[in-house]
Nanobody
Framework: QLKLVESGGGLVQPGGSLRPSCAVS????????VGWLRQGPGKEREVLSC????????DYADSVKGRFTLYRDNAKNTVYLQMDSLKPEDTAVYYC????????????????WGQGTQVTVSS
């Protein structure tokens, strides 16, 4: 019954910004943890950031710290990933995924996934 739908990806020039969203249905954000992850071409899927059910945010990927900011809107039951100062190496499929209540650094610890949204950073 849990469903996660990513949207808001697209094509952007280096230095630009995007704000993908993860719309969650079937379960309130007050009871689950949601992470943003990505998988670039030929790379492993990595955890970027995660927010617990209590609202605690943990950033995991040093490569995006200071540029990406995760936040949630409880009224809309949606988790966002504000991405600024985008670089070509940020090109990837971006996913949101769920854990029960707490966050984790490993992709294998997430047990429900959206379909992903493509982000392409290119001039």
């Amino acid at each position: 019954q849990l469903k996660l739908v990513e949207s808001g990806g697209g094509l952007v020039q280096p230095g630009g910004s995007l704000r993908p969203s993860c719309a969650v249905s079937g379960f309130s954000l007050n009871y689950i943890a949601v992470g943003w992850l990505r998988q670039g071409p030929g790379k492993e899927r990595e955890v970027l950031s995660c927010i617990s059910s209590s609202g605690d945010i943990t950033d995991y990927a040093d490569s995006v710290k200071g540029r990406f900011t995760l936040y949630r809107d409880n009224a809309k039951n949606t988790v966002y990933l504000q991405m600024d100062s985008l670089k070509p190496e940020d090109t990837a499929v971006y996913y949101c995924a769920r854990r029960y209540r707490t966050c984790a650094a490993e992709r294998s610890m997430f047990n429900s996934w959206g379909q992903g949204t493509q982000v392409t950073v290119s001039s």
